[in-house]
């Protein structure tokens, strides 16, 4: 399941890197789609401005901090059937048994996941996701995509939607009131995750370049995540103040200082 919007789908986290010189030139992202990945981008910044962004920010006035881990654990805690598959399809025991024991004792004695009684005594977890999986399988990026709603992307990664979608048992399984749960699941997972980011947010809003610095930055933190399965806890603490630009001649830029 996943929820997103301008800044992340969902629940995957941007990692920043400061990148300039040869290390800019290595990290280059192809985006052949550029123009409608913009619109597409432009279209999501209003959307967050416009719903997301007042609605998560009420949601943070009127709740407290026990209150918003609560509904962001047990929402990371109905992803864990997802999570558990794509270990093992990466051929990750460890990491498979680490997720089937968080689910197991989360669900149960956590109270369906909303306390995190496997962090307490230090069950590790882990962010798999089947896009994750495909990079692990030797499947290239393909291009960068941005998705209404949902995001930053790429080919590969936006496959990997629906097959992460399909691995959920609570996207099909049949119960009453089953369309009204994964209808109120959605929707407070989006103003959860967005909660989440408001920081964030503000800070790649602050970039001179912020579509090249999203586009950048959630290419680096895909292909850091494929290489360890770990995704870094704050994405925009090593976030430049500048991003890429062609300034042209170096020289030619410093006789006009």
């Known amino acids: 399941m996943r929820f997103g919007f301008v800044l992340a789908g969902s629940m995957v986290a941007l990692s920043a890197c400061a990148t300039t010189g040869e290390e800019a030139a290595s990290t ?3 985006d052949p789609l550029e123009d409608w990945n913009r619109g597409v981008y432009a279209f999501n910044e209003g959307v967050d401005k416009a719903v997301l962004e007042p609605t998560a920010k009420g949601y943070r006035a009127v709740t407290n901090e026990p ?3 609560g509904v962001s654990n047990f929402l990371t805690n109905l992803n864990q059937p997802v999570v558990f598959t794509n270990t093992v399809l990466q ?5 498979a048994v680490d997720t089937a024991a968080r689910f197991v004792l989360n669900s149960t004695v956590g109270v369906a996941g909303i306390f995190d009684l496997a962090s307490m005594i230090d069950i590790p977890e882990h962010k798999e996701d089947f896009g994750q999986t495909l990079g692990v399988w030797g499947v290239p990026n393909g291009p960068y ?9 790429n080919l590969r990664d936006a496959t990997g939607l ?3 979608a399909a691995l959920n048992p609570i996207n099909y399984a049949e119960f009453e009131g089953d369309t009204e749960f994964r209808v109120a699941t ?13 920081e964030a947010v503000e800070v790649l809003r602050d970039q001179p370049e912020p579509y090249i610095a999203l586009r950048r930055n959630y290419t680096q933190q895909r292909a850091a995540a494929i290489r360890d399965g770990r995704e870094q806890e704050d994405p925009f603490k090593d976030l430049p103040d500048f991003d890429d630009y062609d300034f042209g001649d170096e020289e030619e830029f410093e006789s006009q200082e």
Do not use: C
Request: charged content about 10%; proline content about 8%; cysteine-free.
């Open 91 to 95: 051929g990750k025991p460890i990491a």
């Open 67 to 69: 209150v918003r881990a």
């Open 186 to 198: 959605g929707v407070i997972g989006a103003i959860s995750a967005r909660e989440s980011l408001i």
């Open 28 to 30: 280059t992202v192809y």
């Open 145 to 153: 995509l941005m998705l209404p709603f949902a995001g930053p992307s």
């Open 162 to 164: 629906g097959v992460n």
